[in-house]
């Protein structure tokens, strides 16, 4: 029977990110981080690309990358989702750098590439989806002209790092279909109405377009299959970061049980309190192998990547939100204040679970993927007390 294990390379990987995490992204900097404009500091970004790879971990070397795995991709994103890294790795890293990774080459795809990867530049993703799947009927931008002379006209909502972005990655539909464009973020015609948050790590903004000028990254012949790609790679990488944060909570709540006395014991020698850390261990265990089991099939095309990416969120969504709630009962008081940074987590977890589907729409889908449509005439019987 084969079995999944992190090769020393991914260790140290692992090692290296974490001690980055603690070196930038301590909780005090990130209560500065989070109420700054940007709410991340573009210098430590640009560390991230430049100095650790960790941005283009994913990406081939052609294309300025590391040239690693998704499964690398997913062990970076588990350590920067524990310290809750401020910048914009929904937009950037989870979304846009895998679309233009699946197009092909091009000029307006080349150039913006290697300026990601390097975190010169960062991007948010303003395509709509349908619980993580891509539906060309939620296309709200129309693309006017051809060639060079392309522009984008419409409004997309919610934006995940859209208020923070240089460049905008946009699914117009045009006369010959859906196609994927780039946008300056601050060029003409580009307006960005920032929204109020409840994870004020994780901006967000509403983008209108009024005959803004764009270039085109992938055509309509495969736009929606480097759409799709990237939704996939994003909801994977999305079940790391909240697989890397449960975690987190849980060293939390497990260190104050062995600390916090109670009736002169430590209230992890109490049988509700060990139980019930027991039992985030398990789902937390459970997330895990879900979403590196996603991340290895997107890898090796050696499972259904739309399957896998939904199992992924179905599990690692409701895990997440689960531990952030049992953390805050563990930690009783205090773990309902402002000054603990459980709520930060908390908030993270609920964000979460609401961007690219939630855990019951990623259940629906896995039972559609997964299951026969039952016909009229094979319906179950149903006991009526009746001779069969």
Request: aromatic content about 6%; some cysteine.
């Amino acid at each position: 029977m084969a079995e999944f294990t992190f090769t020393e390379e991914q260790a140290q990987l692992r090692a290296a990110v974490r001690k980055f995490s603690a070196a930038n992204f301590d909780e005090q900097t990130v209560r500065r981080l989070m109420e700054s404009d940007p709410p991340f500091d573009p210098s430590v970004w640009s560390r991230l690309g430049a100095e650790l790879g960790v941005l283009g971990m994913s990406v081939p070397e052609a294309d300025g990358g590391v040239g690693g795995s998704l499964v690398d991709q997913a062990v970076a994103v588990e350590e920067l989702g524990a310290a809750l890294a401020c910048g914009p790795l929904f937009g950037t890293v989870y979304l846009a750098i895998p679309a233009l990774v699946a197009a092909s080459a091009g000029p307006a795809r080349d150039e913006l590439l290697a300026e990601l990867v390097e975190g010169r530049r960062t991007a948010a993703f303003a395509v709509g989806d349908r619980a993580g799947g891509f539906d060309p009927a939620l296309v709200t931008v129309r693309a006017n002209g051809a060639g060079d002379q392309v522009t984008l006209t419409g409004t997309v909502a919610r934006v995940v790092d859209g208020s923070v972005a240089d460049d905008l990655l946009v699914a117009a539909a045009g006369p010959d279909g859906v196609a994927l464009y780039t946008a300056d973020a601050a060029g003409p015609g580009v307006d960005r109405t920032t929204l109020v948050t409840m994870d004020q790590t994780r901006p967000q903004a509403t983008i209108t377009f009024t005959d803004a000028p764009a270039r085109v990254v992938a055509d309509t012949d495969e736009a929606v299959r480097v759409i799709e790609h990237a939704l996939q790679v994003g909801s994977v990488l999305l079940a790391a970061e909240q697989v890397g944060a449960a975690q987190h909570l849980l060293d939390l709540a497990v260190e104050y049980a062995k600390s916090r006395l109670q009736f002169g014991r430590p209230i992890g020698s109490f049988q509700a309190v060990k139980h019930r850390l027991a039992d985030l261990l398990v789902d937390i265990e459970h997330a895990r192998s879900t979403a590196y089991h996603a991340a290895w099939a997107l890898t090796d095309a050696s499972d259904e990547p739309a399957l896998a990416a939904s199992i992924a969120q179905a599990i690692c969504s409701a895990a997440f939100a689960k531990v952030a709630t049992d953390t805050i009962q563990t930690l009783g008081g205090i773990g309902f204040t402002w000054e603990h940074q459980a709520h930060l987590y908390f908030k993270r977890a609920t964000t979460d679970a609401a961007l690219l589907g939630s855990a019951e729409q990623h259940r629906s889908r896995v039972a559609d993927l997964v299951l026969d449509t039952a016909s009229a005439d094979k319906t179950p019987r149903v006991a009526d007390g009746t001779p069969a």
